[in-house]
């Protein structure tokens, strides 16, 4: 038996050693979430250079960009399948068992026995009910199926961050990138009861595509080591229109993330509009002041989210409730959907410029997971993301800061616990 100071000298050394990993940890994350800060005056369309170079992209002229609301999105997926001829990857982060995934399953299946490289990327955990049979059906078919950090020893440190990207590019020639997961909740056909989810995305023709085609390549390498080269994945692409874009998705070692750069650069530059529809909305207390500012200089701020009651995950709405005091404080105007989940992730500027992808504003998405993110510089694109906004903005609540701050003990209680989660909801 030990003496009891010799157990005292390993006790008090075993504490030393979990403080000391502690701090190790706490500096290694505090390096790579630094503190943000812009000092410019000029509009965003004027300093889109800057905006792209910092977020580790370049801007790429001559594209065509298609928005696809709703079911939409959908539509457009399955023509872009069933025309492919040379190559298909598929990527997202959530695919549950159901009419969808068997749809997409078969869809894809059919092209690999057609003799098209199919290519799908899913995320282990997001992913972990797709069920056997639409398993089974890609692999027999000859797709090769990946898992993003599937549950192994060797992920064990790596198990909490996820592939939250949505993409979808055919022939290497066009891309679809957005919210949309394959869920029923998704369909908009033959749905009963509770209405549809609401999200957004697009379809992209033009050299924007081979900027999407390697974010995929990205996680498809880190799993599988597979590299793939040739006209079938990277074509030569004429411009197919007249849009410059630039897309934010890097996530550098022991730097800040391209996707949380690009979302403080554009609250700090907008000057007359800044609207935003996301449906897990937790900003770091540097984007609220970021916010506040933009009021301030004049900027008309308006964010809109799912009610609580409306959200897949009312934890994080509660979450969110934790700040809205400090918003709507500040001038920023505050809406809550209430009819349905609504889903879609973007975010207009002056009315000249745009972002669409898979980011919620969240430490989650900024700090952790993998996301992807179009900058679209475009009037028509940009005016109409602030139609669909101002036809939304008709179905929702207004929050009053006085009324919000007359809700319950118990809701502010649950805001407040909630709020502590907030890095990991």
Known sequence: MWEADTLMKVALALLVLVVLLGIVIWSIKRHRDPELSLDCNQPLDRVLPSVSGLTHASLLPGN???????????????????????????ETFLWK?????????????????????????????????????????????????????????????????????????ADGRVALVGGHCIVDQWLYEGMKGHPPFHDIGVRLRGPGVHAVQSAFSENWVSECGELFVGDDVFPALEPAGDITLHIARAKPERAAPAVKILHHLVLC???????????????????????AAAVRRGVDVRVMVPSA????????????????SRLLAA????????????????????????AIGSSNFDDRSFEINDEITLGVADTALAQRLEAIFERDMRECTELDLASWKRRSALHKLKDRACYLLKEQL
């Open 309 to 324: 009651q409306a959200s897949d995950m009312p934890i994080v709405q509660h979450a969110a409730h934790h700040n809205f």
């Open 64 to 90: 065509a960009v298609e928005l696809l609301e709703n079911g939409a999105f959908f539509d457009a997926l399955f023509e872009e399948i069933a025309g492919a001829r040379c190559s298909l990857h598929f």
């Open 97 to 169: 068992e159901g009419r969808l995934g068997a749809r997409l399953a078969a869809a894809l299946a059919e092209r690999a026995r057609a003799g098209v490289q199919v290519r799908v990327l899913l995320d282990a955990r997001g992913c972990n009910k797709m069920g056997e049979a639409a398993s089974r059906l890609l692999t027999e078919a000859g797709c090769r199926l990946v898992r993003y950090h599937a549950p192994r020893l060797r992920n064990l440190g790596m198990l909490n961050r996820r592939d939250h990207r949505k993409v979808c590019v």
């Open 269 to 291: 530059t907008a000057q007359r509009r800044l609207w935003i529809q996301n449906p897990y909305f937790l900003p770091q207390d540097k984007a609220v002041n970021a916010l």
């Open 331 to 354: 001038g920023v105007r505050v809406f809550e959907y209430p009819s349905t989940l609504l889903h879609q992730k973007v975010m207009s500027i002056d009315g000249l410029w745009c």
